[in-house]
């Protein structure tokens, strides 16, 4: 996998889909949790705070929107082209599984009603698309967990939730590390123009 280092936005972007497009193209399972880094380095419009302590809600509400509303129960997501790579890869036959929807994208995704997440994918914007989503909605989700988690402890203890929201900083949390599986390989799909680019200038505050 290729390991540079960005010395512009567009190299920055270009060194992100590398990343997941490599890692991608590996049999193994791919943790998201490793895409975070770039994906913050990117200094995204959709996510620039991606860095920071504090919730980006824009860019949680963004991702929460694009994606089925059982993400909270999802563990892993497996993207493919046709329900025929599904079962061939061993998933199984996905078209039995409950068909799920989200509110800003019609892309088909089904639910096996415990932790994986299928997804047909038809072109490499849609893969684009996709893993900019799950990495957002990770790194957020991860934030206010680990928040509510110190709140809670705090409130335990008797410390009020003004002082401690006041006094307290947080690290992320990766509590629940979602896994990618990819069922096709995105040599020769089409390229598209990627809604995840970055600004002129860097947005992060």
Known sequence: MERTVPTTESEEVELYTRTYYSLLRSSAEVKIRTLEEVHAGMNSLLHPDAREPFSDMSAFFYS????????????????GQNAGVFFQSGVGDILEWKEVYSVARRRRSFFDGKDTLACFIASRSDIDDMIPLLTAYQIEWNKLHYRIRRLSGALDQGVSAAAWWVSTGCETCLKYPKKILTGCTPSGIATS???????PKNPAI
């Open 193 to 199: 123009k990627r809604t995840w680019r970055t600004s």
């Open 64 to 79: 929460i929107l694009r994606l089925p509303s059982c993400m909270p129960e999802v563990k892993r997501v497996v993207l």
